[in-house]
């Protein structure tokens, strides 16, 4: 059964800091990786999908990486700012062909202060 | 408008009654999921459908019955509420492959006392 832990539950960092944010996951024979993020009283936001071929992708101030062989990914947030407050979830999908399932890491609560 | 759509937004119920969660979508999306998340152990995929046609147990699907009524609309119902179903419920889409990330919506935040 795959099982995926994000460690820490929760972060504070002063404004404009680098900081990274941690997924790992038991099963390495993953489909893709997906980093989501979601503020309060909304659903979740896609912010980056990582493909099981790929070792990371970039938007923005946002890098993820992917290490399938240890089975860890990170979230890597540049220049922080206050409106990157949110929680951080990870999510991977299995290798089966039309299993759709993701499973969910429980979330970093990100506080970004001023 | 948002893309992925639920109704209600908030619900607070008695213990037995028969809830409906509605979710429609404007992606054009073959796919459709409903997720509840509760705090701690994050979401869990209760049932997922390909297309009309096709709809699918995810891993906590007991308590739960679904309808696939048309390409943009996807409904989850509770056919006898129980309190340890309070959670916030989101629906979601993905495309034919789910090579792209799923879409979310806002959520229904269900109480059941």
């Known amino acids: 059964k795959q099982e995926v832990t994000q460690i820490p539950a929760a972060l504070s960092v002063p404004e404009g800091e680098n900081l990274v944010l941690n997924c790992s996951f038991t099963?390495?024979?993953?489909?893709?990786l997906q980093w989501f993020r979601q503020d309060p009283g909304k659903g979740l936001t896609s912010l980056l999908l990582?493909?099981?071929?790929?070792r990371e992708q970039t938007s923005g101030r946002l890098n993820a990486s992917l290490d399938k062989s240890s089975g860890r990914s990170t979230l890597y947030i540049a220049a922080s700012q206050p409106g990157d407050s949110a929680t951080y979830l990870c999510?991977?999908?299995?290798?089966?062909?039309?299993?759709?399932?993701?499973?969910f890491g429980t979330g970093t609560r990100l506080t970004i202060i001023p | 408008d948002a893309d992925v759509t639920q109704t209600p937004r908030n619900r607070i119920t008695k213990t037995g009654k028969r809830i409906m969660l509605e979710c429609s979508q404007t992606?054009?999306?073959?796919?459709m999921y409903w997720y509840r998340q509760d705090p701690g152990l994050g979401l869990r995929l209760i049932y997922y459908?390909?297309?009309?046609?096709?709809?699918n147990k995810g891993e906590i699907s007991d308590g739960y019955s679904v309808s696939r009524q048309a390409q943009a609309k996807f409904s989850l119902s509770l056919e006898s509420a129980i309190p340890n179903q309070t959670a916030l419920y989101f629906c979601?889409?993905?495309?034919?492959?789910?090579?792209?990330?799923?879409?979310f919506g806002d959520g229904t935040r269900l109480s059941i006392l």
């Open positions: 999510a991977v999908r299995l290798s089966n062909f039309g299993n759709e399932k993701l499973t």
């Open positions: 990582i493909q099981s071929s790929q």
């Open positions: 979601a889409t993905s495309d034919a492959w789910g090579n792209q990330p799923q879409h």
């Open positions: 099963d390495s024979a993953i489909y893709n």
């Open positions: 459908s390909f297309d009309v046609k096709d709809i």
């Open positions: 992606k054009g999306h073959d796919r």
